[in-house]
């Protein structure tokens, strides 16, 4: 990065002045950029952790050569840029997206830059309980084993949208029918072990609120909108995956649940429907940000480090961070997961309500 293009310098005003904003407001998601900003400062001294071991795992990945790779949202973005990182060590790869016409586009490219050609696309549309169940049903009559299962797509949106289903979208895609996916992926993941499961979360989630959260964004009063909407479901996200990797524990099941914050990416989400201050930073992302490529380094140091990270674990940048204190407290893990699985069964009878 060139600090001397005029460009540069207003890019770094912009998110210097929001993180100014929000040490002095106490804005925990703003306050929450200075701590990517010293990560990124020390792996610019140090080397980024998936730089170090990326020779490694590509030539000797600890699944071998034969391993399964599931990510969803992989047709662009950081979900494309992981998909074609695991392609590189050999591994088959589920491209698990909404549109197959731009999944079977995004599967060539991988396959010419990859020299892999053990590249499918499967239909995944996270919006719609019924188009989860189809892909689950899909890919286990496959037969195929599970060895890296990356929820990497997501959704932000200024005000609350109900889906058919009766769920807010956002809350749906970013976090419901993650639920629902694993719970029905979970006996080919338990056969596959062992695995890891790779939740792509966000610093958003600081904004989050277990009311929110509860509530599963479609019982607030007065209505929710805009950021605290998004960040409640990356704070459920988190929390679910701190409660579904102690039960792998206590289960012995050899499963390795993670969560994340990637950090500032330069991607196609911030030229959505977002709301504030995400767009702000959007402003500044041509000029600041990570590129999609280094976005998803921490999504494959969590796949690929030869030794998983610790169980439950919410990363960012590749490193342990303290996630919102909710996301620790099995109260409320408890409490949200209860009234997602109450509500997935209302809306989904023919499922069990397992969560593990």
Known sequence: MDLSQPFVLVGLLLVGGAIVLGVMSKNAFLVAQITEVAHRLKHAVTGDNYDRIRSQVLANPWYGKEGVCIVTGSNCGMGFEAALELARTGARIILAVRSEAEGNAAAEKIKQLSSNSKIDVMKLDLSSIESV????????KRKLPIHVLVHNAGLAGKKVTINTDG??????????????????????????????????SSSAHLQGTKSIGKCLAVRTKPPIAGFPLYGSTKLNLSAFCKHIARQAEQAGANIHFCSLDPGFVATRFYSGNVPFPINLFGLAANFVAKTPSNGAHTHLFAALNPTPPKNGVYLADTMEATPHPAVGDQNFQQE???ETVARLRAAAPWWDGKIF
């Open 133 to 140: 169940r189809s892909f689950a049903d899909a890919f286990i």
């Open 167 to 200: 769920f807010e979208n956002s809350m749906a895609i970013n976090y419901v029918n993650v639920v629902l996916l694993t719970s029905l992926l979970l006996p080919v993941l338990r056969q596959s072990a062992p695995c890891r499961v790779v939740m792509v």
């Open 336 to 338: 949200v997961v209860d």
